[in-house]
Nanobody, 124 residues
């Protein structure tokens, strides 16, 4: 069974940093496309960064590029999202998603496995 578990969310002041983790079980990250997705309050989910099964970055949202960094630990089968210089508009539930083949894209409908999400709240 493919399972994703996010952690690391919390409350942080604007300008601060957080590192989110997404631990996978039931599959190997190396073989899958991975996305970090967020859903701000009252808004739809949006992809913020996607990597391919060969760790190529295929999408970075303009809203986070330069502030958020994706990385992975293949031994721990975990993907991270390092978030720096956080802004109140980064407040959202953050999800990781995975799929063995998205066709090279980053459309949310291409990802079949999702974690439960972790809340990030940035105060001004």
């Amino acid at each position: 069974e493919v399972k994703l578990v996010e952690s690391g969310g919390g409350l942080v002041q604007a300008g601060g940093s957080l590192r989110l983790s997404c631990a996978a079980s039931g599959f190997t990250f190396d073989d899958y496309y991975i996305a970090w997705v967020r859903q701000p309050p009252g808004k739809e989910r949006e992809a913020i960064v996607c990597i391919s099964s060969s760790d190529d970055i295929i999408y970075y949202s303009d809203s986070v590029e330069g502030r958020f960094t994706i990385s992975s630990d293949n031994v721990k089968n975990t993907v991270y999202l390092q978030m720096s210089n956080l802004k109140p508009e980064d407040t959202a539930v953050y999800y990781c998603a995975a799929d063995i083949n998205t066709g090279g894209g980053c459309a949310l409908t291409d990802f079949g496995s999702w974690g439960q999400g972790t809340q990030v709240t940035v105060s001004s």
